[in-house]
Nanobody, 120 residues
């Protein structure tokens, strides 16, 4: 079955950096786009970054553009999120995600999430 396991979260001071990893298994990783979402307390989950299956194209939420970089290593079945110049408003649980569509329905797969806290 599909498994997504995030790691790399933690406590960091404003202006600092973190690198999140998501190890994937149970599906043909190199053929799926991968996404990072985040959810802050009391807020809805929001899409942060997207990378295509071959890694040739990326998209970012306006709030993280220029600070975050999504990448992937298809040989290791792993997707990364490099987060620089972190701000307190980046504090959230970060989730790795992929999905498939079958007969017009979308099926999402999620990791357990990793907490990122930006605070002095």
């Amino acid at each position: 079955q599909v498994q997504l396991v995030e790691s790399g979260g933690g406590l960091v001071q404003p202006g600092g950096s973190l690198r999140l990893s998501c190890a994937a298994s149970g599906f043909s990783f190199s053929t799926y786009a991968m996404n990072w979402y985040r959810q802050a307390p009391g807020k809805e989950r929001e899409l942060v970054a997207v990378i295509t299956s071959a890694g040739g194209s990326e998209e970012y939420a306006d709030s993280v553009k220029g600070r975050f970089t999504i990448s992937r290593d298809n040989a290791k079945n792993t997707v990364y999120l490099q987060m620089n110049s972190l701000k307190p408003e980046d504090t959230a649980v970060y989730y790795c995600n992929t999905y498939r569509t079958r007969f017009g329905r979308r099926y999402d797969y999620w990791g357990q999430g990793t907490q990122v806290t930006v605070s002095s």
